[in-house]
């Protein structure tokens, strides 16, 4: 048995201590909103927060997450009140839909380090993250208008 913090809540889990992050998530846990892609951590669409840091959850073992605090993207707000849902939502990035949640939690990490980012900013840390649809100029509005709701919360 190990022990998650996932979402701010501590699971056992009967796991094999190379299982990876990603079935340990979708098939013990039920938190099917990481999605699997490429298995070999090249798409990004499994993407969760490890430490407030974007990980690859198909490759990393649970053994290796012993003592550090994991989010997906149910854990990001109950209500979608998170400003990147919010600002998602407003700028209607989903096409398919299938990277959103990878693409939505490394976009909390890069304004939880940077809350004005640079288009450069933007590009070099969403590049990891690949979108089958093309929405990137969406994602990025959505980036630029999530800074400006930070920045108003902030200063409001």
């Not at 501590?10 to 340990?24: G, Y």
């Not at 490429?38 to 974007?54: M, N, R, S």
């Not at 840390?125 to 100029?137: F, I, N």
């Amino acid at each position: 048995m190990l022990t998650l913090n996932v979402n701010g809540k501590s699971h056992e889990v009967d796991a094999d201590a190379d299982m990876p992050l990603l079935w340990a998530l979708r098939d013990l846990l039920g938190l099917t909103g990481t999605k699997f892609g490429c298995g070999i951590a090249q798409c990004g669409v499994c993407t969760v927060l490890v430490d407030g840091v974007p990980l690859r959850a198909c490759v990393t073992p649970v053994s290796a997450l012993a003592g550090k605090k994991i989010t997906t993207i149910e854990g990001l707000s109950a209500d979608s009140s998170h400003p990147v849902q919010q600002a998602w939502l407003a700028e209607e990035v989903p096409q398919c839909g299938f990277c959103q949640s990878g693409q939505i939690l490394t976009a909390a990490a890069l304004l939880a380090k940077t809350p004005q980012p640079t288009d450069a900013d933007i590009d070099q840390a969403m590049a990891p993250v690949l979108c089958r649809c093309g929405t990137y100029p969406r994602i990025r509005l959505a980036i630029q208008r999530a800074a400006k709701i930070v920045k108003e919360s902030r200063h409001g």
